[in-house]
């Protein structure tokens, strides 16, 4: 059974430039979790990640480093403003199931932008490709689920 990981972490708003703090934290990754419940990081923290649950949460675009550093593309959400935006999550793999969260940041996405990614969230994975191919802004104010924009502002 597999739970969310939250990932509470400080991030600033591409949109309205204010703080949300990192117990504030409107970000997480479905099914990442090992835990009985859902589980909170922050920066620093180790934590176990058995493989399979890469697969319930994320979309695999590279295969996983035996070592090293793991990137992943999630959604976050704004506490300030309530626009919702991209994260780049990194991790440090220091054992087959040993993880350190690094940090997280907003971030554009783009071709470059995915470049070292080796995991996009499951849930958001059509947005993330789309949105990279086309090297666009965010655009989910809509329901992230997948529906059409209601009102397509360009
Ligand atoms: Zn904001």
Redesign the pocket.
Known sequence: MSNALWFNVAMR?R????M?EAHESEMNSYGLSSEYGDEWRRPGDRLAIPEPNFDDACLRVRPLPARGLVHLIELWT??????QDWAHISLEREGDEAYRFIGAEPTALSAEALANVQLISRYYADDILAEAEAGSMPNLESHPQGLAPEGESG
């Open positions: 708003c949109y309205c430039g204010r949300t704004c506490k300030r403003c309530g626009r």
